[in-house]
């Protein structure tokens, strides 16, 4: 059993398929085949269910990944542990990023950190709240942007994200200078599938209202085109709004709907030292 085996299969585990595994690690398709092959004959076991929309895991697939998983977690913390007791901080740093905070929390302090930091190599993951959740209890990345609360993480709070009303521009609501929830409910109502979903059903139900939930979308910009052709008004956070709103407006809601953000890791005692360096980095 090689290393190299070992990450092939992290690869097509978190990818869902050879392909992807093959131009993550920089493989041929019939080389990562080969890899997992011999994987499973030297273990004696299937580790993969080969499907033709992609792979699952067998119950001894999802065994073998758990370990593999600690296996090169350990064996990639030699050098950045050896290098950080001469006082460097080197190795692989893995960030998962909300789509709305990258641009405007994270690329600019991931600019000073690398300026900072250039032995660590950052690679930037873009998801949504539970894809992050689960990319750091299952080591794809080490540190995320997260939505509080996130139970049994530790947490710092970035900052915290104002939600508004997204209406078409020729609404009766447009002009007005706060939106009542109550009369926001009234239309129906586009919903984000995103990590702030259950901010705003809370804040919603929190003003004594209850949406007419017509759609749901998962990307603001497909939200913002949904409200431009009048299928429905949203609410939805500040941060990432793009300038120009064509044909829909925001306006202020008159009941606080917030969103707090914060950079979570699973364990601030295990992290790796480039993770607690970009943490560090943050607060400073």
Known sequence: MQLSQLRVLLAVAESGGFTAAAERTGMSQPHV????????????APLLVRRRDGVTLTEAGHRAVSRARETVRHFDLIRPDVAGAGGQVT???????????????????LR?????????????LEGYSPEIRRWLENGAAEIGVVILPEP???TVQLGTDAMVALLPRGHALAAAETVAVRELARDPFI????GCRPVILEGVRQAGAALDIAYEAGELSAIIAMVEAGLGVSIVPTL???????????RPLDAAIRRNLALALPSLDRC????RAFLDHVLV
């Open 33 to 44: 085949s080969r890899s997992i092959a011999a994987l499973e004959t030297e273990l004696g």
């Open 152 to 154: 049994g993480m530790h």
């Open 240 to 250: 990432g709004l793009p300038a120009d709103l064509g044909e829909v407006v925001t």
């Open 91 to 109: 190795g692989p740093l893995r960030l998962a990023s909300l789509p709305s905070t990258t641009g405007t929390l994270i690329a600019e302090r």
């Open 272 to 275: 790796t030292p480039a993770a």
């Open 112 to 124: 000073t950190f690398s300026d900072r930091y250039p032995l660590v190599n950052v690679r930037l």
């Open 191 to 194: 919903l984000t599938t995103g």
